[in-house]
DNA sequence: TACTACTTCCTGAGCGATCAGTAAGTTATA
DNA sequence: TATAACTTACTGATCGCTCAGGAAGTAGTA
């Protein structure tokens, strides 16, 4: 039999078949939401049997569980050293423009390397968070190096350089756009991946932001 | 027999019983999104038949649809006659900072009164807006107050004053704090509901709003 | 008014499909 | 051989949907 279908039986090895899994469910937990991913869906993108997800995490709440820390570990390990050079930068002559920009180019590049963590994100919101209590999820990356920058401005305490809503404003106009590309952004007549619209999105969020913060 | 266990039959009426289920599934969808709102359980709610849901709506694709064109409807019964009041706003003495006072104030008034709507929105951006695609979407409302407001501001143009970058992170701002009260809010320790929260975002998003816009 | 014919509204029961989870069995590896 | 890795087969539960039929309303006729 000239090269005929091989079964090819692949080596045990758990430590692999964890990580696809993760990955297989991952990305159907991010497109379809909890419920509709199936755990055969799941089982069958990682090209395990059906019952081996259930073998390694136990339940279908485990998987999910395990997936969202993988992912916010990730996020982590990108945003910790992006707070730190924000906090850097800040100290160079380039000074709050230079760090600002540095922040949002990060933070955007964050988000639109991990559409999935997005996804995940906003499954989460609509069902009210509630698996999120359990995952450690509160990431000081971004809200640490805004509030330093802020410190470098103008001291005035004002209501719009409050640190949380300008914190808000600055997730939001990054966040949105990729949450609603296909509801808000589609009906603009938008296509959110189109490399002129997100450089253009970028600039303008940079700009809204120094004149907000009102520095200079 | 005195008060007895009336069956209390109640009196056939078609129009109340759409109006019922309509209500019924808006909340259930809202709550707990498409799939994991049963027909069951949306004719339990109503307190209706399990089977006359599909018997109105022919099923629950048709009735999900219903849902969704009756809150565009209302929606564009709210925001059409605001733009117009902002327009009308841009003429008086307040001028452009009383005008968009106006206009976040309302758009801010209605995410808030119609919270099915602002989580109803939240699922069809993660389902890709298929279901979305069918219905009239799009409210050119609040774009045509901002592009009036722009009209009347200093007539530079500038990659600032891009009126479609600016109504995205309008849009962006005002709605972004709604669908992410139990994330990101909650994770910095914010209650979205608090008045006096709501109060401070208010100023926030119209000063922001005024200063990237740079009028004056 | 009284009766019949017909339509619309509404219910309860049940069918087929899908899903999460489990238990028992099989194979590779140490 | 003992154990961990992995599969196959199965179960109970749930869901969307259909269907037969009954109750309520309407129109026509006398």
Redesign the pocket.
Known sequence: MPAAAQPR??????Q???RVILDAAEALFAQRGY???????I?SRA??????P???F????GLYRAVLERCFAEREERLEPLADEVVAALGREGGLAGALRHLIDGYLGFLADRPDFVRLIGWEALHGARRLRATPRHSAAVERALRAALAVGSSAPSPRRDPDQLLISLVAMCFFPLEHADTMLSAMGIDAGDATFVQARKEHIIDALMRIIDAG
């Open positions: 039986r692949r080596r045990r090895d758990a692999r078949s964890r419920d509709a991913a199936s755990m055969g869906a089982a090209r395990v049997s059906s019952a081996l259930a073998y390694f136990a339940d279908k709440e």
